[in-house]
């Protein structure tokens, strides 16, 4: 069992804060920090960042949409962050969704299994030396290989449903998930084992991404409603949502109304289903939960609102 940090990357909060918090995790002792790419910084760009800035955490970068940049350039990303910073590196892939793949970088938004499954082939074989040659439905190149190749560097995937959910439990060093709730960890843990079996391979490690407030007041609150509503409509996370409860509050995403509108609506049962907020010793159990859930990663996303850098909530649970 393991902790990490994950930068959070808050709509409400300075885009500088991320590095903040990175130097934060690294001085607590943090051995991961997961740095992934929204709407501020380019993720290669900003782990260099961190990795200059701080003195030993390892970076994990990503879930990276496999589907937006191909197998060489993450694989030159990852290797130009270790090199760099000399800091290890790992990364994580992940689907994302149509309106980031095809609406921001307008690539196709199709087939995310298959070509999820030819891109970690393809990645890891970069990542070990390779030269590559590939010549699948989504993932095409040749002659490729990097100057510096990191074999020990891991792959893992995010995974939201039943066909994602296989192509990681057959191919990834470790399965992500986010915005879930402890039972459904442990039924996501059965599963991916019981695939990997069947595949005739070891099971992939699971890391768990789990939103954290320390005594949060209702600015932390609507910090946190905001960001959940953004994945509302989002594949795999509607009916997830839906599942836990909240139908009706998925349907209203799904028709088009305003994320200000969905995070007002958000109740605060749904906000402690998928997250640790509360007091220190609550936060500290709620994360626990996870663990023994089956999640063998867990990865902090501080909310800032009311702490800034997310100091005393990572000071509670590291």
């Not at 509050?249 to 907020?277: D, K, Q």
Request: hydrophobic share 50%; charged share 20%; proline share 7%.
């Amino acid at each position: 069992m393991s902790l990490g940090v994950v930068l959070p990357y808050w709509l409400d909060r300075p885009d500088g804060e991320a590095v903040e918090i990175a130097v934060e995790a690294d001085r607590l002792g943090f051995g991961t920090l997961w740095v992934g790419e929204m709407a501020t910084f380019d993720a290669f760009a900003l782990a260099t960042a961190v990795g200059l800035r701080t003195e030993g955490i390892g970076l994990r970068i990503g879930p990276l949409a496999a589907g937006v940049r191909g197998p060489v350039a993450v694989a030159l990303g990852v290797s130009s962050v270790a090199a760099l910073t000399g800091r290890r590196v790992d990364v994580a892939l992940g689907a994302s969704s149509p309106a980031i793949v095809t609406g921001w970088h307008d690539r196709p938004w199709r087939g995310a299994a298959p070509r999820m499954r030819e891109s970690v082939r393809a990645l890891r074989g970069l990542l070990a030396g390779e030269r590559i040659s590939a010549d699948g439905d989504h993932v095409r190149a040749h002659g490729f290989r990097l100057r510096h190749p990191l074999p020990e560097a891991t792959v893992s995937v995010a995974a939201f449903g039943p066909v994602m959910t296989r192509v990681a439990a057959e191919e990834a060093d470790e399965v992500v998930l986010n915005l879930v709730a402890p039972h459904q960890v442990e039924r996501v843990r059965a599963v991916v084992d019981a695939h990997a079996a069947a595949f005739g391979r070891p099971a992939p490690k699971l890391a768990v991404w789990v939103t954290a407030a320390l005594d949060p007041g209702p600015a932390a609150v609507r910090q946190v409603s905001e960001q959940l509503a953004l994945y509302l409509r989002a594949p795999g996370y509607a009916g997830m949502f839906a599942e836990l409860g909240h139908p009706a509050l998925v349907a209203r995403a799904e028709a088009g109304a305003p994320r200000r509108e969905l995070a007002e609506a958000v109740p605060r049962e749904l906000l402690e289903a998928v997250c640790a907020i509360g007091s220190a010793a609550r936060v500290r159990d709620r994360i626990a939960d996870y663990h023994r859930a089956g999640a063998d990663h867990v990865g902090v996303v501080p909310s800032t609102a009311d702490d800034p850098a997310g100091r005393r909530v990572l000071a509670a649970v590291g």
